[in-house]
T-cell receptor
């Protein structure tokens, strides 16, 4: 499978614990996005990277959330001191921005449940 | 920032009928409008997209129309089939000046055999 992959697919944690998710984009894609999706809603933008640089973060993103893309390939999203409201599907998408054109491809997501 | 609204939230059609989903956007700088289909428990998948220099685009049973003046765009599915049942999301982004993709809240389409 040469598409976007995410690990783990499911995560159950207790409130207050830290969790980390990983996203492996399509190899030639230079952009990587993180989204959060709750039931009945569309994906909500969290942050994005162009290569290794984090260029934009949502104002809604709490300081408990941090993301990295150290070598411009895979990315990690960490949530510290998880809260029940963090329960959601976390989606990663990658794209190739070229000549003003861009198409995003989504990964399967990591479903987080905070007890 | 951009605000994308999507209607209806749920839609049921008989197999073979057409389905139309509509989205409006607020930022006139938005110039790229993709549509995604998400089946239960699966990732969103791009099914069609349109750029602002085009008014209509068609791919077999799926078509998208864009009215830049009114800031709305629509997804049209003809000759619906049960496998078209899914949640559909529209999105908008100003590709040249911004980087965020703004998504609608989704339309749950059910095609009744």
């Amino acid at each position: 499978d040469t598409g976007v992959s995410q690990n783990p697919r499911h995560k159950i944690t207790k409130r207050g614990q830290n969790v980390t998710f990983r996203c492996d984009p399509i190899s030639e894609h230079n952009r990587l996005y993180w989204y959060r999706q709750t039931l009945g809603q569309g994906p909500e933008f969290l942050t994005y990277f162009q290569n290794e640089a984090q260029l934009e973060k949502s104002r809604l993103l709490s300081d408990r959330f941090s993301a990295e893309r150290p070598k411009g390939s895979f990315s990690t999203l960490e949530i510290q001191r998880t809260e029940q409201g963090d329960s959601a599907m976390y989606l990663c998408a990658s794209s190739l921005r070229q000549g003003g054109l861009e198409t995003q491809y989504f990964g399967p997501g990591t479903r987080l449940l905070v007890l | 920032g951009e605000n994308v609204e999507q209607h209806p939230s749920t839609l049921s059609v008989q197999e073979g009928d057409s389905a139309v989903i509509k989205c409006t956007y607020s930022d006139s700088a938005s110039n790229y409008f993709p549509w995604y289909k998400q089946e239960l428990g699966k990732r969103p998948q791009l099914i069609i997209d349109i750029r602002s220099n085009v008014g209509e685009k068609k791919d077999q049973r799926i078509a998208v129309t864009l009215n830049k003046t009114a800031k709305h765009f629509s997804l049209h599915i003809t000759e619906t089939q049960p496998e078209d049942s899914a949640v559909y999301f529209c999105a908008a982004t100003p590709l040249n000046t911004g980087n965020q993709f703004y998504f609608g809240t989704g339309t749950s389409l059910t095609v009744i055999p």
